[in-house]
C-alpha cells in the first residue's frame, strides 16, 4: 500500500477472522483473566503462579533460563519479580560460583502459596480442557501447536 491508501474493511475483517497473532492473544487475555480470577483469594495473578512454578526445582534457577522458560525478556521478568520479592515469595541472589549470575530461590512462604494455588489451577484447567472438546486430543493438539511457535 502506498501512502494515504486506506484499508478496506474487507481486509479489516480478514485479520479479525483469520489472524493467528490476534486469535492467540484474545485467547490469552481470556484464560490469564479466568486464572487470575481463580488466584485473586491466594494473593497472586496467574503470571505470578507461572513464575513461582518456574521457580520450583531443585536448584535455584538463574534469571535467564527463567526468563528463557517463560519466554521474557530479564527486564520484564525483573519486573515480574519485585512483587513476589517484596511480598517475601521470592529471593534473588548471586550465584556463589560466579556472582554476575543472579539464582531465583523461592522462598518457604512462596512453596506454601505455590502449593495452595495448585490445587486452583488443576481444577481450572481441567474446566478448561474440558471446554475445549470432549476429544482430549484437541487441547493436546493445540498445546502442541502453541508450542511449535516458540
Known sequence: MSKGETVSLDQT?????????????????ALSRRFDEAFRAIG?????????????RPKPPSLGS???LLAMDRTSLTANLKPLQRDGL?????DPADRR????????????????????WTSVHGEI???????????????TGLAALL
Not at 90 to 94: G, I, M, S, Y
Open 13 to 29: 475483517h480478514l485479520v479479525r477472522d483469520h489472524c493467528l497473532c490476534l486469535a492467540t492473544q484474545r485467547a490469552a487475555r
Open 90 to 94: 521470592v529471593l534473588a541472589e548471586a
Open 101 to 120: 549470575i543472579k539464582r531465583l530461590l523461592l522462598t518457604a512462604a512462596g512453596q506454601q502459596i505455590l502449593a495452595e494455588a495448585m490445587p486452583v
Open 66 to 68: 527463567v526468563a528463557d
Open 44 to 56: 497472586i495473578t496467574s503470571g505470578q503462579f507461572s513464575l513461582l512454578n518456574a521457580l520450583n
Open 129 to 143: 480442557d474440558r471446554s475445549l472438546a470432549a476429544d482430549a486430543a484437541n487441547g493436546a493438539t493445540l498445546r
